[in-house]
C-alpha cells in the first residue's frame, strides 16, 4: 500500500504543507517573519491560483486562528475567492487550548467538510502570528479524531517537529501537559456527534501543594487563580475570565516558610464549570514569577480529586528545574459524586397533607378529597406514613406494641392517590398568605444573581442549585443564598413549602435562618441567610481549623439538632431525618447553622419516644440508622446516629464513605472497630497543626461512639451530646491556655 501510493503521490501546490489528504497548512505559519500588506496579498493570491487549478471542482474552507474579535487579513482576501473562513481564538484563559465544546465544533466540521459524498474538498488551515501552539494542537486533535494517528504525546510531537522551535516560545508556558490532556479526551473518551459536556457544575474546594518551589529566603507566597467561560460574553465563541484569585483572600494571602512548603493547602471555595484554568503564581512586593498552569474540563473530573505530577502541569519554559521533582498539586472538589438523598415522591403529598392539617388548613384538603372507584373517601388512616407518640411503652394499650413497618417495597411504588396530589396548587395559595411579608420578587432575585449566573453559583443538593447574591428582604438588605427549585435532583413543592413553615416556626441560633422566598413565574426559591463558609463537609480535611474550632463547630450544630428535639414546650418536636455535614453551615465567624429541613417530620412534644412508622427510606446513605433502613421506623434517635457520624467526620477529617468506581464504601463500621480496639490514633486526623488534648479527645469520641449504638435506647439524648461536646470544649481550651 505505501508502495502504490509513492507511485500515486501528487506534490502538495506550493506555500502548503501537507498533513494528509486535502488538508494543509499555509507555510507562513511556520516562520517567525511577518509578511507586508502587499507581500501577503501576493503570497495568498498565487497560493489559491494555485489550488484552483489543482483542484478545479473542488470547494475550499478555511480554519483561522486569531488574537481577539478583530477583522484579519486573510478573511478580507479570500472572502473574493468564495472560500469559507471559520475563526477560532488562539487561546483560552492564556492557555493554547480551545474550550471542548469549540474543539468538538472544530472536529465535527472538518469530517463533515471532508466526508461530503461526491466532492473533494479541501481543508486550509491559518494562524495568525503567535498562534502556531493551538495551531499544532488542533492539527494533532484532527488526526487523533479521524484516526490517522495513534498515541496523544507522539501525534502532537511530531506535529510541533514541522515548525521551528522558536515557534513554541512565544507562549510563556509549555503547553503541552495541558494539550495532552485534552487530547485524552479526544482520543479515549470518544467525543463522538453525540458526546455532550456535563451541566452540573463542581465546586473546586480547595488545592493542596506539595514540595512548592522555594524564592529567596522568605519560602514561597502562593497565589491561586481560576479562570473561566465568561457567560456575559456576548461574541459567539465565548472567552474566558478571571472568577477567583486567592490574593483578595487575607487570611491566605502570606509567605510560607521553606519548610511549610513541603505542603500547603489553599481553600478556594468557588463554582467552576466546563473549561478550567488554573495558575499559581509566586508574589512577592515589586513582581510575580509564575510556577505552573493547567487546564482541564469539570466533565472529567473523577472522585472528587484531579491529581497532578511535575509532569503533568504546565511549566515556565526556563524554570523547569526550579520546580522539584517530587512535586504534587491536588485539585480538591466536593459535591463531586455526591450521594444523592434517598427521596421518594410517593410519601411527599401525605407529608404536606401533614403539613397543612398543622397549620390548620386541613379542611381545604378534605373538602377537595374524592371519592374512589368504590366510593369509599380516602381517610387520614390510610396514609403511608403512621406517627406514634409514645409515653412509657405506648399511648395504646401497654399489651399492644406499635404497629409492624410495612415491607419494604419490591417494586417502584404507586403514584400518590389524587385526593392529595390534586389540591396543591388550591392549598398553597392560602397557605402562603400567612407568609406574605417574606415575600421577594423573582426580578430581585434575578437581579441578583445575574439571572442565576455560574459566576453565582455556589452548590447544589436535594433541593436544586444555590447561588449567593445581595437583595433586600424584611430583615434588610444582606448577602443572600438563593435555593432554587430543581425537582430533577430529588425535592419539589412538599419540600418547598415545609422550609417555609418550618424555618419560620422554628427559630434559633444554630438554626439557617429563612429570610424569604418567591413562588413566581414558574419558580420556587427559597432565600436564607448566607453562610459564607459553605458547609461543613468542605473543611473536615483542612489543616485551617483547630481541634477547638472543630468541636466549637459540633457543639453549635448539637444545640441546634436539641432544640429541634425538645422534650418539653408547646411545640412540635422535629426530626430531621437528613443530618450530614453537608446539612451543616459555617458562618462568617464558623459559626454552625443545622439547614436543609424539607425533609424533616413533626411528632408530638412533651412525649418520651416519637416514632414514625414510613413505606420509604429518606436520608443520605452512610448516615441512615441502620435500624431506620432495617424496620423503616424513624425516630429522634435516628437524627442520633447520624449526628454520631458527622462527629467522626469530623474527628477523622473525611467524609463517611469514600465513592470509586461506582461502588460506594461506608466507613462508619471501621471507625467503630477501631475505637473499640483502642486503635483511635489510626484514624483521626492528623493534618491539625497543633495536637489534640488527651481528656478532650477522649470526651468527644467517647459521645461520638455512643450516638452510633446498634440500639435506640443505648443512644443518648441530643441534650446529653451537647452537654459531652460542651465538656470536650472546655478540656481543649484548658490545654490551649496553658501552653
Known amino acids: 500500500m505505501a508502495l502504490f501510493k509513492r507511485f500515486f503521490y501528487r506534490k502538495p501546490p506550493d506555500r502548503l504543507f501537507e498533513i494528509s489528504e486535502r488538508v494543509y497548512v499555509f507555510d507562513c505559519c511556520f516562520s517567525t517573519d511577518v509578511l507586508e500588506e502587499d507581500e501577503y496579498k501576493v503570497y495568498m493570491g498565487g497560493i489559491v491560483a494555485e489550488l484552483q487549478d489543482y483542484y478545479p471542482d473542488s470547494s475550499f474552507m478555511v480554519f483561522n486562528f486569531r488574537e481577539g474579535d478583530r477583522r484579519t487579513r486573510i478573511s478580507d482576501i479570500l472572502s473574493q475567492y468564495d472560500m469559507t473562513i471559520m475563526q477560532y481564538p488562539r487561546q483560552y484563559g492564556g492557555c493554547p487550548v480551545l474550550p471542548l465544546e469549540m474543539i468538538h465544533h472544530f472536529l465535527r466540521s472538518s469530517e463533515s467538510w471532508l466526508s461530503l459524498a461526491d466532492q473533494q474538498n479541501v481543508l486550509l488551515m491559518h494562524c495568525e502570528m503567535g498562534a502556531w501552539p493551538v495551531l499544532a494542537f488542533m492539527l494533532?486533535?484532527?488526526?487523533?479524531?479521524?484516526?490517522?494517528?495513534?498515541?496523544?504525546?507522539?501525534?502532537?510531537?511530531?506535529?510541533?517537529?514541522?515548525?521551528?522551535?522558536?515557534?513554541?516560545?512565544?507562549?510563556?508556558?509549555?503547553?503541552?501537559?495541558?494539550?495532552?490532556r485534552y487530547l485524552q479526551y479526544i482520543s479515549r473518551r470518544n467525543l463522538g456527534s453525540d458526546w455532550s459536556p456535563s451541566d452540573t457544575p463542581l465546586t473546586l474546594d480547595h488545592i493542596k501543594l506539595k514540595s512548592l518551589p522555594l524564592f529567596g529566603e522568605k519560602g514561597c507566597r502562593p497565589v491561586i487563580r481560576i479562570y473561566g467561560q465568561d457567560s456575559s460574553s456576548t461574541t459567539a465563541n465565548k472567552g474566558s475570565k478571571l472568577l477567583f484569585t486567592s490574593s483578595k483572600t487575607e487570611e491566605q494571602d502570606r509567605y510560607y516558610q521553606s519548610e511549610e512548603c513541603e505542603l500547603v493547602e489553599i481553600d478556594i471555595h468557588h463554582c467552576v464549570q466546563g473549561d478550567v484554568v488554573l495558575e499559581c503564581a509566586h508574589l512577592d512586593h515589586v513582581s510575580q514569577e509564575r510556577i505552573f498552569r493547567v487546564m482541564f474540563h469539570t466533565t472529567f473530573v473523577r472522585n472528587?480529586?484531579?491529581i497532578l505530577n511535575h509532569d503533568?502541569?504546565?511549566?515556565?519554559?526556563?524554570?523547569?528545574?526550579?520546580?522539584?521533582?517530587?512535586?504534587?498539586?491536588?485539585?480538591?472538589?466536593?459535591?463531586?459524586?455526591?450521594?444523592?438523598?434517598?427521596?421518594?415522591?410517593?410519601?411527599?403529598?401525605?407529608?404536606?397533607?401533614?403539613?397543612?392539617?398543622?397549620?390548620?388548613?386541613?379542611?381545604?384538603?378534605?373538602?377537595?378529597?374524592?371519592?374512589?372507584?368504590?366510593?369509599?373517601?380516602?381517610?387520614?388512616?390510610?396514609?403511608?406514613?403512621?406517627?406514634?407518640?409514645?409515653?412509657?411503652?405506648?399511648?395504646?394499650?401497654?399489651?399492644?406494641?406499635?404497629?409492624?413497618?410495612?415491607?419494604?417495597?419490591?417494586?417502584?411504588?404507586p403514584h400518590p392517590p389524587a385526593t392529595y396530589a390534586a389540591p396543591f396548587p388550591q392549598i398553597m395559595g392560602p397557605f402562603l398568605k400567612e407568609f406574605e411579608h417574606l415575600k421577594i420578587q423573582l426580578e430581585d432575585i434575578k437581579s441578583a444573581t445575574d439571572n442565576f449566573g455560574v459566576n453565582k453559583l455556589i452548590g447544589s443538593g436535594g433541593f436544586g442549585r444555590v447561588y449567593r447574591g445581595e437583595v433586600s428582604h424584611s430583615n434588610g438588605k444582606s448577602m443572600c443564598a438563593f435555593k432554587r427549585l430543581d425537582p430533577k435532583y430529588g425535592q419539589g413543592e412538599p419540600e418547598f413549602l415545609k422550609e417555609i413553615m418550618m424555618l419560620s416556626d422554628y427559630k434559633h441560633?444554630?438554626?439557617?435562618?429563612?429570610?424569604?422566598?418567591?413562588?413566581?413565574?414558574?419558580?420556587?426559591?427559597?432565600?436564607?441567610?448566607?453562610?459564607?463558609?459553605?458547609?461543613?463537609?468542605?473543611?473536615?480535611?483542612?489543616?485551617?481549623?483547630?481541634?477547638?474550632?472543630?468541636?466549637?463547630?459540633?457543639?453549635?450544630?448539637?444545640?441546634?439538632?436539641?432544640?429541634?428535639?425538645?422534650?418539653?414546650?408547646?411545640?412540635?418536636?422535629?426530626?430531621?431525618?437528613?443530618?450530614?455535614?453537608?446539612?451543616?453551615?459555617?458562618?462568617?465567624?464558623?459559626?454552625?447553622?443545622?439547614?436543609?429541613?424539607?425533609?424533616?417530620?413533626?411528632?408530638?412534644?412533651?412525649?418520651?419516644?416519637?416514632?414514625?412508622?414510613?413505606?420509604?427510606?429518606?436520608?443520605?446513605?452512610?448516615?441512615?440508622?441502620?435500624?431506620?433502613l432495617n424496620s423503616f421506623t424513624l425516630?429522634?434517635?435516628?437524627?442520633?446516629?447520624?449526628?454520631?457520624?458527622?462527629?467522626?467526620?469530623?474527628?477523622?477529617?473525611?467524609?463517611?464513605?469514600?465513592?470509586?468506581?461506582?461502588?460506594v464504601d461506608v466507613l462508619v463500621p471501621m471507625w467503630k472497630k477501631a475505637y473499640k480496639q483502642k486503635r483511635l490514633h489510626e484514624i483521626v486526623f492528623q493534618g491539625l497543626?497543633?495536637?489534640?488534648?488527651?481528656?478532650?479527645?477522649?470526651?468527644?469520641?467517647?459521645?461520638?461512639?455512643?450516638?452510633?449504638?446498634?440500639?435506640?435506647?443505648?443512644?443518648?439524648?441530643?441534650?446529653?451530646?451537647?452537654?459531652?461536646?460542651?465538656?470536650?470544649?472546655?478540656?481543649?481550651?484548658?490545654?490551649?491556655?496553658?501552653?
Open 312 to 413: 503533568e502541569v504546565d511549566i515556565i519554559w526556563d524554570a523547569r528545574d526550579l520546580i522539584p521533582k517530587n512535586f504534587r498539586a491536588e485539585v480538591c472538589f466536593s459535591n463531586v459524586d455526591e450521594l444523592p438523598s434517598m427521596i421518594t415522591t410517593h410519601e411527599e403529598y401525605f407529608e404536606v397533607e401533614e403539613l397543612f392539617s398543622r397549620k390548620n388548613l386541613a379542611g381545604v384538603i378534605s373538602n377537595q378529597e374524592e371519592e374512589d372507584s368504590a366510593g369509599k373517601k380516602l381517610s387520614r388512616k390510610e396514609s403511608d406514613e403512621l406517627e406514634v407518640g409514645l409515653d412509657g411503652v405506648a399511648n395504646q394499650s401497654p399489651q399492644s406494641p406499635p404497629p409492624p413497618p410495612p415491607p419494604p417495597p419490591q417494586s417502584p411504588p
Open 509 to 628: 441560633a444554630n438554626l439557617i435562618s429563612l429570610l424569604g422566598y418567591c413562588d413566581e413565574g414558574g419558580e420556587k426559591i427559597l432565600v436564607y441567610e448566607y453562610a459564607s463558609n459553605g458547609s461543613l463537609d468542605r473543611h473536615l480535611s483542612s489543616n485551617l481549623l483547630t481541634w477547638g474550632q472543630r468541636i466549637k463547630i459540633c457543639v453549635d450544630a448539637a444545640r441546634g439538632l436539641s432544640f429541634l428535639h425538645d422534650d418539653k414546650g408547646t411545640k412540635q418536636r422535629v426530626l430531621h431525618r437528613d443530618i450530614k455535614s453537608a446539612n451543616i453551615l459555617l458562618d462568617d465567624n464558623w459559626n454552625a447553622k443545622v439547614s436543609d429541613m424539607g425533609l424533616s417530620r413533626l411528632g408530638p412534644a412533651n412525649q418520651r419516644h416519637t416514632v414514625v412508622i414510613t413505606r420509604s427510606i429518606v436520608g443520605t446513605p452512610g448516615y441512615c440508622d441502620p435500624q431506620y
Open 304 to 306: 472528587g480529586v484531579l
Open 635 to 663: 425516630s429522634k434517635e435516628s437524627d442520633v446516629y447520624s449526628f454520631g457520624v458527622v462527629l467522626f467526620e469530623v474527628l477523622c477529617g473525611k467524609l463517611c464513605f469514600n465513592n470509586s468506581n461506582g461502588q
Open 140 to 180: 494533532a486533535a484532527l488526526l487523533l479524531f479521524r484516526k490517522e494517528y495513534s498515541g496523544e504525546q507522539k501525534t502532537l510531537e511530531m506535529v510541533y517537529k514541522q515548525a521551528p522551535r522558536e515557534l513554541r516560545l512565544l507562549t510563556p508556558f509549555n503547553p503541552q501537559p495541558s494539550q495532552l
Open 689 to 739: 497543626t497543633r495536637p489534640m488534648d488527651s481528656t478532650s479527645l477522649e470526651t468527644f469520641s467517647c459521645i461520638a461512639f455512643q450516638c452510633l449504638h446498634k440500639s435506640r435506647e443505648e443512644r443518648p439524648k441530643m441534650a446529653d451530646v451537647v452537654e459531652k461536646l460542651e465538656t470536650a470544649l472546655e478540656f481543649e481550651f484548658r490545654s490551649e491556655a496553658a501552653i
